[in-house]
């Protein structure tokens, strides 16, 4: 399934195009990183000088950036499968000297061999994406991509959870609802510090206090044969799979909520795509408890809860010992917010109920403002200063070339 935003893009493109003629890139199926899915977002008709000055604009936002995956010369066999353009190209007598061309300046390309169509090979480029402080973009920047910077996950978690809104069942908290709700899908990848998450809950006996879930395969691999990049992250159990149940969700599932979870828990823990790393960049997975109005706690890069303090919203100090953010270590990262979670769980009712209460004034204040029309606009107000930062820019590259 191929969650449907190509809309948006052409929302995007009508502001891009404000500015001139432009050629947007995207991936399709949304939410692949398949070099051979990036693809142009329509047919376009441009033509003699129009053609030529047109800018080429790569949309990378809805996953991390990584530059080594369309670094390799091996890309260009997974473009030739896909493009009886480029196979006729590569069966004339050029071939053996097209792919040397290829094999050598294969970095410097990167994103760009999708445009040999139009000859922009080497052609700076703007690279749209979603995450700050990041050594990645700097990587696009030397090989002449010039970043616009926008928070993607927040315009589209708006249309995925826009029925939470207004939806009454979300305001009610059964008697026997747990304390934890956590969404544990895929551990595989920059996810793997999930595994020492999952088996933490274990270790500190707060497998009774969540509603959560657990899949021993995850892209084709079980876990106890996962070879972790990060060894302080390595586990020691074999049996995570007989504490929870088996995970239920698609990869799909973070395009809507349900409300029956919300239900059942008071405070989710959010589980983002990077955790061990050095980037800023948040998705629609923290997004989605502030449109459902439930408290949270993040486990996200270190300042992912300043990121997201700097677009209006509260976090939960001092009901929820929030000092976890500021840890640099992943592993101390994630233990503190095992350690504030046993704290919470230990709590008398009495103390837990004060808690929740104080919670849900500040979790209103963030729902209110996560659907205002405002606050969306402030969003796409700043692709149209970044983006219009970014053409200025790429016009002087291109009129005063190194």
Not at 254 to 265: F, K
Request: proline content about 3%; aromatic content about 12%.
């Amino acid at each position: 399934m191929s969650i449907p935003l190509d809309r948006l893009y052409n929302f995007l493109q009508d502001i891009a195009s404000r500015n001139d003629h432009v050629i947007i890139y995207r991936f399709y199926p949304h939410g692949s990183r398949k070099i051979s899915d990036l693809t142009q977002l329509e047919s376009y008709n441009l033509q003699g000088k129009k053609s030529v000055d047109a800018k080429l604009v790569f949309f990378h936002d809805q996953e991390p950036l990584n530059f080594d995956l369309y670094a390799s010369p091996n890309m260009l066999s997974e473009i030739v499968s896909s493009d009886i353009f480029i196979k006729q190209a590569l069966n004339s007598e050029l071939t053996a000297q097209f792919q040397t061309f290829l094999s050598n300046m294969a970095p410097m390309i990167n994103l760009r061999i999708t445009t040999i169509r139009n000859r922009g090979l080497l052609k700076p480029a703007i690279l749209v994406h979603s995450e700050k402080r990041s050594g990645e973009l700097e990587r696009y920047r030397s090989a002449n991509f010039l970043g616009v910077y926008w928070w993607c996950h927040a315009v589209i978690a708006r249309d995925w959870f826009r029925y939470a809104e207004h939806d009454p069942t979300l305001i009610v908290k059964k008697s026997s609802a747990k304390d934890f709700l956590i969404y544990n899908r895929a551990w595989t990848g920059t996810r793997e510090y999930r595994l020492k998450l999952t088996e933490s809950l274990i270790t500190h006996g707060l497998v009774d206090h969540c509603v959560s879930w657990f899949s021993p395969v995850d892209d084709g691999l079980n876990y106890q044969q996962h070879q972790f990049k990060n060894t302080q992250f390595q586990i020691s159990q074999n049996d995570l799979e007989q504490y929870f149940d088996a995970t239920r969700a698609t990869s799909t599932a973070s395009a809507d909520y349900c409300a029956q979870d919300y239900q059942n828990t008071q405070i989710e823990i959010v589980l983002e795509t990077l955790f061990d790393d050095a980037r800023l960049h948040l998705t629609e997975k923290i997004l989605r408890p502030i449109a459902c109005a439930q408290p949270f706690m993040l486990a996200a890069t270190q300042g992912s809860l300043d990121y997201l303090r700097s677009y209006g919203f509260e976090t939960f100090h001092p009901w929820i010992d929030e000092t976890y953010d500021t840890i640099s270590d992943p592993a101390q990262r994630l233990e503190a917010i095992v350690q504030e979670m046993k704290r919470i769980a230990g709590l008398s009712p009495d103390e837990k109920t004060r808690l929740y209460t104080a919670l849900k004034e500040i979790t209103a204040r963030n729902k209110k403002l996560f659907f205002s029309d405002a606050w969306q606009q402030t969003i796409v107000g700043e692709f149209q200063t970044n983006f219009s930062i970014a053409c200025d820019q790429l016009e002087q590259m291109i009129k005063y070339p190194i």
